[in-house]
Nanobody, 113 residues
Framework: VQLVESGGGLVQAGGSLRLSCAASGSIFRLLAMGWYRQAPGKQRELVAVITRAGSTNYADAVKGRFTISRDNAKSTVYLQMNSLKPEDTAVYYC????????WGQGTQVTVSS
């Protein structure tokens, strides 16, 4: 399974970005797809996850601002990020969880104040 992320970039505070993660290869027994982020000097943290059944869960810091969605036909997961804040600045990683955990290469999101 390979994951390719796109959509990161530089945006001003209050702006929006949409991240995409396209999965290729054979995915068996999918459990969930999600987004994590890692800011400089900090540990990687969960941002949002969507389960095989479509249930979603968000970190408290992004609730009401970020939305995770999935296109099963395209094997793609999205993260719509609105009302971005400087503290959202991080490298964002896509994750696919089956009986293994697969990671994308990461995409930089920088929010200027």
């Amino acid at each position: 399974v390979q994951l390719v992320e796109s959509g990161g970039g530089l945006v001003q505070a209050g702006g929006s970005l949409r991240l995409s993660c396209a999965a290729s290869g054979s995915i068996f027994r999918l459990l969930a797809m999600g987004w994590y982020r890692q800011a400089p000097g900090k540990q990687r943290e969960l941002v949002a996850v969507i389960t095989r059944a479509g249930s979603t869960n968000y970190a408290d810091a992004v609730k009401g601002r970020f939305t995770i969605s999935r296109d099963n036909a395209k094997s793609t997961v999205y993260l719509q990020m609105n009302s971005l804040k400087p503290e959202d600045t991080a490298v964002y990683y896509c994750n696919v969880l089956t009986d293994r955990s697969y990671w994308g290469q990461g995409t930089q999101v920088t929010v200027s104040s």
